[in-house]
């Protein structure tokens, strides 16, 4: 079957649903859209624009979209489905996998955190389920402004599981590049490690690239990192290389002083400006974060490996409070982060 004939069905498109299936739909693909109606009823009026980085700004407009609220509408005709969903939604989304595709359709996780494709494959048995890693970060416009506009605000080229040879063909497309990766374990991990930035972000309020041009966050990455690590490398676990740099370096280099900071890791610090974390989109959006795949993953690891992992505990126990205050970013400065206030440490 040739690329255009295959269907693609984005499952939970919100930032990089769109991001991913707007660049799909533009390289000629057929897509479906598989959207909440607030998002079905932004497109359906203004349509989507799809832009990044490098200057591409591309709109498809509402007539050319295909976007549907109704999993028998979106999910039968599938021959892959990339699920894009948040974490806390990879069951509810799996049951309608389970429900409405066709046994043969691929199932692509293209989800933070390390357990979602395992999480896939236990609900939907004998079907082929993919790891996948995203490793830019998707601004959406704010809600209400048309066209819904989804901005790639970093690069990096998506990876996905080796299994299906002509997957990465078939998503590789103009703005969106895609590999193939014979051990996507280490690579999840790899990205929980920057991942675990996510929180920092979300708690600080402040865009990616601010935060990590100051050491103060820095440094309580880098012991995140180091925590992370640990529990790692007695779990037996080695990440892969992700920002360009070796995990075990990445501590190092942040701690590095502002100045050889954003010399070194020019890599790093090529962000929009605007870009801040999928987290701190939750929390101002009053949602529950995901946070419990990403530092609670860490802490899963450290505590059955016995490692230490109290920073990575206590950033927690910072989003928790955030979280059920739902007042959105609370806007710290780090010097809360490493001595919080007493009525932020729940978990
Ligand atoms: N945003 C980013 O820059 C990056 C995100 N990621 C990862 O990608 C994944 C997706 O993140 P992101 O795109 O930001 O998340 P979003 O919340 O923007 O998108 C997910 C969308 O799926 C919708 N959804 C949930 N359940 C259903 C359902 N049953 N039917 C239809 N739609 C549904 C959600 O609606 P509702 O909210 O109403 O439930 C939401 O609109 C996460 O694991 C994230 O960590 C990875 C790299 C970067
Ligand atoms: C920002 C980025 C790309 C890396 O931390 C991300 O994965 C997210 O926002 O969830």
Known sequence: MANGEKRIVIAGAGSIGCYVGGCLALAGRQVVLFARPRIEASLRQGGLRVSDLEGRDRLIK???LAVTTDPA???????????????????????????????????????????????LRAAL?????????????????????????????SDGKVMVEDG?????????A????????????????????????NALVALSGLPLATELAD???????????????????ASGIEPARIAGLRPTLLPKVLRLPDWLFKLLARRMLAIDPEARSSMWDDLQ????????DLQGAVLRLAEKAGT???????????????????????????EKVVAPPAGRRST
């Not at 299906?164 to 590789?172: G, I, T, V």
């Not at 990766?181 to 490690?193: D, E, F, Q, Y």
């Not at 050491?215 to 490398?233: N, P, V």
């Open 174 to 197: 103009e703005g969106l590049a895609v590999e193939t990766h014979g051990a996507m374990k280490a690579v999840l991990w790899g990205k929980l490690l920057m991942n675990l930035n």
């Open 164 to 172: 299906d040879a002509r997957l990465a063909h078939l998503l590789d």
């Open 125 to 153: 048995g004998p079907r082929t389920v993919l790891a996948g890693m995203v490793p830019f970060n998707v601004v959406q416009s704010a809600d209400g402004e048309l066209p819904l506009r989804v901005h790639r605000a």
């Open 285 to 292: 959006r009053g949602r529950s974060t995901e946070i419990d």
């Open 215 to 233: 050491r103060r966050w820095r440094l309580i990455l880098a012991s995140q990192i180091d925590e992370a690590l640990l529990a790692m490398k």
């Open 73 to 119: 509408a979106a999910l039968p005709g599938a021959d892959v489905i990339l699920v894009t969903v948040k974490s806390g939604t990879t069951l509810e989304m799996a049951a309608l996998i389970k429900a409405h595709a066709r046994p043969d359709a691929v199932v692509v996780s293209l989800q933070n955190g390390v357990d979602n494709a395992d999480r």
């Open 62 to 64: 509402p007539a050319e």
């Open 308 to 334: 230490p992992a109290p920073t990575v505990q206590l950033i927690k126990a910072l989003v928790r409070a955030a979280e059920a205050e739902r007042l959105g970013s609370p806007d710290l400065v780090p």
